[in-house]
């Protein structure tokens, strides 16, 4: 059996309100095909358009067990390469060609990138709330169904909804997410000081500083918060300021992450080199799916760098699955973000508020086992398969994103 590539199918579905692209791979063998996640959801028209105009052309008729001559033909075809638009294009195919690659084998993925090194994959899950009070009380409802790890964050990533500009912004401010960093500093500092007297020493906390400050802050607030025995504070400098990071580990004992961000290797080889941080947080769809990230993977481990992937609810269950088939198979796993995708009905749902939408579309879903754990099924492949008349009762909308239009005092567009 040596299958070709026939069609290609771009589904945009949004079952929860957030924009969903899965790519769908058939092949020349009668039932025989693979899914992938290409979700770039602010930009998914560009993303479908790119696979049907362009890669689907340079597909066809191609041999579907050639992963790696697949992914360099689709990298390099137009020239100028790497960024989310073509990664994410690619990654739909790359992770498709996988799942593909598992059912011809009879295997899940795990099993192709040499087997499982653990039985689950422990996970952490977000925890938000407006003030010291609520958060204590869902980091209680999350302990009590086996979490071990939760990322605290108060308001979101520490700013307002968007909105006109608050009365403490110059006169004049354009409408945006408005951000005080030092309010946002000293509110989370006294946060996790509560916490952690509420909530005591065992639980691991994570904290997003999402880029919200400037890296002369960023290092004086990774020392001050050294107290609180964080597991890792994640991007507290942006990509473009990485060589901050060099600095900040001259000062702190605090485990940094960073990632979620990066395109290409040659954003973050030297990170890696020079051990800049602990934990490689990379989009999967957005460097290119699991060939890229599998590299990524075994590169870090050998720098004694772990792995977090970035699992957030803007990608689709497809790319989840592929975080934790990749996670089983990882030596140098650190810890998996997960969003809480579960049976209908599980009690944590009700705290996020995520639905069933979800799953009426998606089946074989890797499942949270109640214990602080995420466990893949042992289907070929992704195992994760959709229903695309379903998908079709969710359609997309593609309307201007205004979370990223985070904004200082002053009015300044400050990084997202
Ligand atoms: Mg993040």
Request: proline share 6%; hydrophobic share 35%; charged share 20%.
């Amino acid at each position: 059996m040596n299958p070709t590539i026939q069609n290609i199918k771009v589904i945009c579905t949004a079952p929860e309100g957030i924009n969903l692209v899965v790519v769908k791979v058939e092949t020349s063998e009668p039932g025989l095909y693979g899914l992938g996640c290409a979700t770039f959801a602010y930009r998914h028209l560009t993303v479908k358009h790119l696979i049907e105009t362009y890669l689907t052309p340079l597909l066809l008729g191609r041999e579907v067990r050639n992963i790696t001559e697949l992914w360099n033909l689709m990298h390099q075809n137009a020239y100028w390469r790497t960024g989310p638009i073509v990664n994410n294009a690619i990654s739909g195919i790359d992770m498709a060609l996988w799942d593909i690659k598992g059912k011809m084998a009879g295997m899940p993925v795990y099993d192709l990138l040499g087997g499982k090194v653990r039985a689950g994959v422990p996970v952490y899950r977000h925890v938000d709330g407006r003030d010291v009070e609520e958060i204590c009380d869902n980091i209680e409802k999350f302990r009590e169904i086996g979490l071990r790890y939760l990322r605290c964050q108060m308001g979101g990533y520490g700013g307002d909804g968007y909105g006109e500009a608050p009365s403490w912004a110059a006169k004049g401010s354009l409408p945006g997410v408005y951000l005080d960093s030092d309010a946002y500093m000293r509110n989370t500092l006294h946060l996790f000081e509560q916490i952690r007297i509420r909530e005591g020493e065992e639980i691991k906390l994570v904290h997003d500083v999402h880029e919200r400050i400037h890296p002369t802050e960023a290092v004086t607030f990774v020392k001050d918060m050294e107290p609180y025995h964080l597991f890792f504070l994640e991007d507290v400098v942006p990509m473009e300021h990485l060589d901050w990071l060099e600095r900040i580990r001259q000062v702190s004992s605090t485990p940094l992450s960073q990632g979620e961000l990066f395109n290409n290797p040659a954003e973050y080889k030297r990170c890696v080199q020079n051990r800049l941080f602990d934990y490689m947080r990379v989009h999967l769809s957005q460097v290119g799916g699991i060939t890229p990230a599998r590299k990524l993977q075994l590169f870090c481990q050998e720098y004694g760098v772990r792995t977090c992937w970035h699992g957030p609810g803007d990608m689709s269950p497809v790319a989840h699955a592929a975080n934790i088939h990749l996670d089983l198979a990882s030596e140098n796993l650190g810890l998996q973000e997960w969003s809480g995708i579960e049976p209908p009905n599980f009690v944590i749902q009700k705290l996020n508020g995520i639905h069933g939408a979800l799953l009426e579309v998606f089946s074989g879903l890797p499942e949270y086992g109640n214990d602080g754990f995420v466990y893949a099924n042992d289907k070929p492949g992704l195992g994760v398969d959709i229903d695309e008349k379903k998908a079709a009762a969710y359609p997309c909308t593609a309307e201007v994103t205004t979370w990223t239009q985070t904004r200082n005092p002053d009015g300044f567009l400050q990084r997202p």
